[in-house]
Each structure stands twice: as structure tokens, then as C-alpha cells.
């Protein structure tokens, strides 16, 4: 069924070539899915190559999300609000398009994985770069009352809600000020403080009886958060691998037309990696 790979750098620990394979068996079809890595300024001639050479389909993580957006020829909705790409496919005539699974996939794996219906809840996003992008605009779609951006850097969060564009369900607001915001019932951790190994300064205030926290990454770098989470008395903290999978999910049925069952993917996994 062709040949696939993730780009990125470092990308040597992806798992997303055991959960593309991992569905690939549940069809009996044969794929091969490597890791290619890349660095920034080699990112786009490499993946014009691997098309070249017959690939069918990339996904993208980080560094290059921003890069590969910008190299297609063709972008879903999805991509361009987030302004990013975790997904590239070639087209006829050497064109690529461009997708954007993040944010389904995370709302996916809150609503159906873990049975929380979002509708109403009021949402804490923090940070404001491609991750938090990627996501911010599925939330809303997904119901939550309002969506309290707080970025380090403030600017960021206001070109985010300016993006967004519906100032009634979602503002900014300052990281100095977040002892004084009251409780929320969904906080998202979409900064890269714990993938670059920093904590946050995080006030126990915001973790509402009924709060939900999510850490976008997975693995060692989402720990920090979670054990806040716990602590803080959160009802549920998640970490990202059941995104992770979500998105995957949605890339292969873009790829195969076919619909994987997530399930037996996220238990194998997440007894070694959650
Ligand atoms: P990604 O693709 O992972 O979102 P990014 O676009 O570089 O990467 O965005 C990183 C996000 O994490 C930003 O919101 C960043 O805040 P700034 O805009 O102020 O840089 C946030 N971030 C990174 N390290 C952080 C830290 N130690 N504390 C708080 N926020 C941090």
C-alpha cells in the first residue's frame, strides 16, 4: 500500500511508525513507514525527494509543522488556521497538499476516549505557538463555553484570539494574572516547557472540582505538568498519547480510506509510554 514516513528532528523515538503499523495489520495491508530525519534548512528538499522517489504520504512533527504548511500547494481548513501541518501528501503534477489532524484528534481523545463531553466547559489554553494553534479553533467547535488564552509572551496570545476572531468566548489574558482568574473546568498545556525540560509556574487556582488537564506531549515531557495536575486535585490529566494516535488515525484513513480502531493501539502503547 506505498510507502510512508515522519519527518522531523530528532525523530529517531516517534512512534508513529509502530501506530501506522499497528493499523496497517488490522487491514492486512503492507506499508512501509520510516522516520526521516531532517534538519530545518534540508526539511523541504527532503520531502520533494521522498515524493519524488514514490512516497505517498508524510507526516510532519516538530520543527517543521510551520515549514511544511508553507511548502504546499494545497491547504484543508484545518491547516490554515493553524497555520501549521502535521500532514503532507503529494498530488498529481508534483503538488503537495497540506493537513492539519491536531486538533481533532485531541478533541477525539478527550470526548471519546475519555468520555468528557467539552460542551460548556470553560477552557484554559497555555501557550500560543503551533500547538496551541493547532488545537485552539477544535475546542471551540467542540463547545467549550469560552477559551482563556495565556501565552509568557502576551503578543503571541493576542494575534491567536485575534485569529480566532470571536472575542465573546475567546480572550487573553496575563500569566501574572492567573491566580486571579478563577477555576477552569479544561486547561490544556500546549506550551514546550516540559519538551525543553522546564517547569511552569502554575497557581493551583485555576484547577476547577471538575477540571480536565491535558498535556499536548507525551511521555517524560508531559510528567511535570500531569504530577501538577494531581496535586492541584484535578478530576482527570492526560497526556497526549491518545492524541497522538487520534491524529494518526485520521492521517491513515486520509492515506487508505480506511477507518483503524484506535483502541488496542492506545493499550499497548499506553502501558509502555503513559
Ligand atoms: P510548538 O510548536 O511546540 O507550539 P512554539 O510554536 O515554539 O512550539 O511554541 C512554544 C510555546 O511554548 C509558546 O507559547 C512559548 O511561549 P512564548 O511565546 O512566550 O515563547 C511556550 N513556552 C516555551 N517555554 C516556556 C516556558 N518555560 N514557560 C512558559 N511558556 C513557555
Request: net charge negative; aromatic share 8%.
Amino acid at each position: 500500500a506505498g510507502q510512508f514516513a515522519v519527518f522531523g528532528h530528532p525523530i529517531s523515538h516517534s512512534l508513529s511508525p509502530r501506530i501506522h503499523q499497528a493499523f496497517a495489520r488490522q487491514f492486512g495491508l503492507e506499508l512501509s513507514y520510516q522516520t526521516i530525519d531532517a534538519a530545518p534548512a534540508a526539511f523541504a528538499s527532503a520531502v520533494r525527494e521522498f515524493f519524488a522517489q514514490g512516497g505517498a504520504g508524510a507526516n510532519v512533527t516538530l520543527p517543521h509543522k510551520t515549514a511544511a504548511f508553507e511548502m504546499a500547494d494545497v491547504r484543508s481548513e484545518a491547516a490554515v488556521r493553524a497555520g501549521t501541518a502535521n500532514v503532507l501528501t503529494p498530488l498529481p503534477g508534483g503538488r503537495i497538499a497540506a493537513h492539519n489532524t491536531d486538533g481533532a484528534g485531541l478533541v477525539r481523545d478527550i470526548t471519546e476516549r475519555h468520555s468528557v463531553d467539552l460542551r460548556g466547559h470553560t477552557a484554559l489554553l497555555l501557550g500560543a505557538g503551533g500547538a496551541a494553534r493547532g488545537v485552539a479553533w477544535s475546542l471551540l467547535d467542540a463547545g467549550v463555553h469560552t477559551l482563556t488564552i495565556v501565552n509568557r509572551t502576551p503578543e503571541t496570545a493576542d494575534a491567536l484570539a485575534d485569529a480566532i476572531g470571536d472575542p465573546a468566548r475567546a480572550h487573553t489574558r496575563y500569566w501574572e494574572d492567573l491566580a486571579d482568574l478563577g477555576a477552569f473546568d479544561l486547561i490544556v498545556n500546549a506550551t514546550s516547557a516540559g519538551v525543553l525540560g522546564k517547569s511552569l509556574d502554575l497557581p493551583f487556582a485555576v484547577v476547577g472540582n471538575r477540571a480536565l488537564c491535558y498535556d499536548l506531549s507525551y511521555g517524560a515531557a508531559a510528567t511535570g505538568f500531569l504530577a501538577w495536575a494531581r496535586t492541584a486535585g484535578a478530576r482527570y490529566a492526560f497526556d497526549g498519547l491518545g492524541m497522538l494516535i487520534e491524529t494518526a488515525a485520521d492521517t491513515f484513513e486520509l492515506w487508505h480510506d480506511k477507518r483503524p480502531d484506535t483502541d488496542p493501539v492506545y493499550a499497548e502503547l499506553h502501558q509502555q509510554y503513559g
